[in-house]
């Protein structure tokens, strides 16, 4: 059986007005918006955000402001840095997608691991690490939240992440290793 052949020509290519109209009200018709208070919630989320950062300025303590900016996208996910040339005040800036996916003790962490750099940065600017940031950011929130942004983060990046430990340095919960009793020699 032989398949008709279509002719084109050079004319046929173009959509018709009427077609790319209907098209155009079909699609605004079939459009809504994926949350109708999302920016709202953005806003609300960005103040609880701001009111954890001055909460953590306190505990580490920090004297230079830090704002908050919720962007569309960022390469590093939460970031912080100087907002001038003084290096008196900060920015710190949050990926929207994945900061609405934070639950509080979550976002707690991940903004304590970046007041952890603003500390490092304003007292020992030449230990940055992300180990360090980690380490003074356990002061004012708990392992396990750290550990639960840190498994977030790489299931939003889709990557499978480091040991947990080169992050957040050794667990102090879990088994020791047996310490020998105090009548007991060691080999």
């Given at each position: 059986?032989?398949?008709?052949?279509?002719?084109?020509?050079?004319?046929?290519?173009?959509?018709?007005?009427?077609?790319?109209?209907?098209?155009?009200?079909?699609?605004?018709?079939?459009?809504?918006?994926?949350?109708?208070?999302?920016?709202?919630?953005?806003?609300?989320?960005?103040?609880?955000?701001?009111?954890?950062?001055?909460?953590?300025?306190?505990?580490?303590?920090?004297?230079?402001?830090?704002?908050?900016?919720?962007?569309?996208?960022?390469?590093?996910?939460?970031?912080?840095?100087?907002?001038?040339?003084?290096?008196?005040?900060?920015?710190?800036?949050?990926?929207?997608?994945?900061?609405?996916?934070?639950?509080?003790?979550?976002?707690?962490?991940?903004?304590?691991?970046?007041?952890?750099?603003?500390?490092?940065?304003?007292?020992?600017?030449?230990?940055?690490?992300?180990?360090?940031?980690?380490?003074?950011?356990?002061?004012?929130?708990?392992?396990?939240?750290?550990?639960?942004?840190?498994?977030?983060?790489?299931?939003?990046?889709?990557?499978?992440?480091?040991?947990?430990?080169?992050l957040l340095g050794p667990s102090l919960e879990g088994p020791y290793p047996a310490r020998p009793a105090a009548n007991e020699t060691r080999p």
């Amino acid at each position: 059986m032989r398949w008709p052949r279509r002719l084109r020509s050079a004319g046929n290519h173009r959509v018709p007005l009427f077609e790319s109209a209907l098209f155009v009200v079909f699609v605004f018709l079939l459009a809504s918006p994926v949350a109708n208070d999302s920016p709202n919630v953005v806003a609300l989320r960005a103040k609880r955000a701001q009111d954890f950062v001055d909460q953590l300025r306190a505990v580490f303590p920090i004297t230079e402001p830090i704002q908050i900016a919720v962007v569309v996208y960022h390469p590093l996910v939460f970031s912080v840095q100087p907002m001038d040339i003084r290096k008196d005040r900060f920015l710190l800036s949050m990926e929207l997608g994945f900061f609405l996916t934070l639950k509080d003790d979550e976002l707690r962490a991940a903004l304590a691991h970046e007041l952890g750099h603003v500390w490092i940065y304003t007292h020992y600017p030449f230990l940055q690490t992300e180990r360090l940031a980690n380490m003074i950011g356990q002061r004012a929130a708990d392992r396990a939240s750290f550990e639960r942004l840190y498994s977030r983060l790489w299931a939003y990046e889709g990557s499978s992440g480091v040991p947990i430990d080169d992050l957040l340095g050794p667990s102090l919960e879990g088994p020791y290793p047996a310490r020998p009793a105090a009548n007991e020699t060691r080999p």
